[in-house]
């Protein structure tokens, strides 16, 4: 797997605002990382390509926000408080028009689609963060490759 190694948290945005680009209707984002590692300003990125211009936060105590006002909704998960062996009904905004974008989805691996992208965000010191995109089923396989081709830095 390809890491790309972001300087702030200005590149880690810039660099999401550009995979927001390839993404379609449909596709599901996992971020991973420590707390503080930079899913959220990664997330924050992401709306701001699709241009969505409200402000982004992380949605911890809500478990899901819904963004509109971009080409397409995006919505942003965060299933820290959640288990897989809880059915609350996540998995419904896989299936609608949107980006959907989960924050510690170790926690619900059963509720995964078949195709989703996994960006893991280490944090390096206190600037500096390794992202790393991981690709599960077809779509995002080509997906994957297309940013691989096209994006070899975070700026």
Known sequence: MHQWICHSPEETMAFSEKIAGYLRSGDVLTLSGDLGAGKTVFTKGLARGLGISEQISSPTFTIVKEHTGGRVPLYHMDVYRISDDEDIGLED???????????????????????????????????????????????????????????????
Do not use: M, Q
Not at 95 to 113: F, K, M, Q, T, Y
Not at 121 to 139: A, F, M, N, S, V
């Open 93 to 155: 905004y896989f299936d609608r028009e949107g980006i959907a974008v989960i924050e510690w989805a170790e926690n619900i691996p059963s509720w995964l689609p078949e195709d989703y992208l996994s960006v893991a965000i280490k944090r390096i010191d206190d600037h500096d963060r390794e992202l790393t995109l991981i690709p599960h089923g077809r779509r995002v396989e080509s997906l994957y490759r297309e940013i691989l081709e096209n994006e070899r830095t975070c700026d």
